[in-house]
């Protein structure tokens, strides 16, 4: 049973942030590897000691960045990195990623709903 599934089924029912207001708050994602971010508009890189350039190009290729843009504009990011080429898989890097990212909006919203109640109090 998923934890909202748990709260829903105790009634616990005053205000709170809840998966889909998570998800309806998120206005686009977009997602890219550390080598295309590196590439795409050139790149800074330094090199230090006798790390090899392809090994550079590969270790890029297995960092995945997700990219959330908030309603608001504000912007998140979650990342996942896999330690052996062999297990890389670009759908599943995309989904660890993403919840990351999404991790990272929890304090975010509940920040603002906290603040909202507390200034209800206030009136």
Known sequence: MSI????????????????????????SEHYFTGFDGAMHRGEYAKYVGDWEVPR????????????????????????????SPE????EIGRKIARAN???KI??????QLKQQLYKAQEV
């Open 4 to 27: 909202e599934q748990e709260i829903q089924n105790k009634g616990l029912t005053a205000p709170r942030i809840t998966p889909d207001d998570i998800e309806a708050n998120i206005a």
């Open 101 to 103: 990212a999404v991790n």
């Open 56 to 83: 550079t190009i590969e270790a890029l290729g297995l960092l995945t960045f997700c990219v959330l843009v908030l309603r608001n504009g504000f912007t998140v990011t979650g990342e996942s990195a896999c330690a």
């Open 87 to 90: 297990n890389f898989d670009a």
């Open 106 to 111: 929890w304090p975010l919203m509940g920040y």
